[in-house]
């Protein structure tokens, strides 16, 4: 992403606060969008192949293809859930933001419990078709960290659609144990490659010889990693899966200083305003999925999610 992308997404997100538009206007288009990438997502992952709307976004997908991502379930390569997005990872991330969002507008306005209860388990049935280890991890962390803030505050509604979502989550992770126990398999065959990508990829960040206090300049991680890597294909050139360490290489440590001080400026308004502090929630799922990858702060979905999650923290919620 270049740093004319970062400016232009920041400026929609100042848009949308300054026009006023209110939370419930934000999120609903949010859902109608991750309904639509869930319906192409499910096709995926039971007919085992794309719908082929391309023309929309969608990947051309085949499991037997070199470089589409799949499990293996019962003994058969089965794709993963894509939906309209470049990857499974980056398709159930943006689910668990949809639906952190959707947690939040119930748990502060006690309203839309009917309409989310329908939309919930199409989301969350998308989310582990996904399998997605780090999207399913930050949606187990928010589930118990916003139930905690349930229950202390003794909202009963919310806890409603809360243990939906849970109930949801939870028989869905068990119908698909199989695929799910391999995915988290250390040892299983496609999970020592993808390990062993992300040790390689910190050793590139390593050895990468760019300036620490100014970085490559944003945007410029891969092309520095081409040129240290020459005989490489493009396609075997990624990024470091991790978002802060992405960023040290690209804005270096004087970049990365004033993002910190940014987040502490944040941090101390939404402790001075409690009432905010809820609407952070798909903000904070943002940060947790950049412990892992890339995408966050690397690709165009990844800035969009951040801006609007920033813009719903500043709207106004109707209660």
């Known amino acids: ?77 089965r794709l993963r859930a894509y939906g309209l997005m470049p990857h499974p990872n980056i398709f159930s991330g943006v689910v668990v933001g949809v639906l952190s969002g959707i947690l939040v507008w119930v748990s502060k306005t006690h309203r839309g419990l009917k309409w989310w209860g329908l939309a919930v388990p199409i989301l969350i049935a998308g989310l582990v078709w996904g399998f997605s280890k780090s999207a399913i991890m930050v949606m187990g962390i928010v589930l118990v960290g916003v139930g905690i803030y349930l229950w202390r505050n003794r909202y009963h509604q919310p806890r409603r659609i809360w243990i939906l979502m849970v ?44 300036g620490w206090l100014w970085g490559a300049g944003v945007g410029n991680y891969t092309l520095q990693l081409a040129s240290l890597y020459p005989d490489r294909q493009v396609w075997e050139i990624q990024p470091v899966h991790n ?46 999925l950049g412990v892992v990858d890339h995408w966050t702060v690397s690709l165009h979905q990844g800035l969009v999610m951040l801006f609007l999650a920033l813009a719903l923290i500043f709207t106004e919620v109707d209660v």
């Open 1 to 77: 992403m270049t740093a004319v992308e970062w400016g232009l997404w920041a400026l929609v997100a100042a848009g949308l606060v300054s026009l006023g538009v209110a939370y419930w206007k934000q999120l609903k288009w949010l859902i109608v969008g991750a309904l639509v990438a869930t319906g192409f997502g499910i096709y995926q992952y039971w007919v085992n192949k794309s719908v082929g709307w391309d023309w929309l976004g969608e990947s051309v997908l085949n499991p037997l293809m070199p470089g589409v991502v799949v499990v293996i379930d019962e003994g058969v390569r």
């Open 167 to 210: 109930a949801t989550l939870g028989l869905l992770l068990v119908a698909n144990q199989g695929v799910v126990l391999e995915r988290f398999n250390p040892v299983s065959n496609i999970e020592v490659r993808s390990y062993s990508e992300r040790i390689a990829g910190l050793h590139e960040w390593r050895d990468l010889d760019v």
């Open 243 to 288: 978002a802060t360490l992405l960023l040290i290489r690209e804005i270096g440590l004087i970049g990365i200083g004033l993002i910190g001080w940014w987040l502490w400026l944040l941090g101390s308004w939404l402790w001075k305003n409690k009432n905010k502090i809820l609407l952070a929630v798909p903000f904070m799922v943002w940060l947790l």
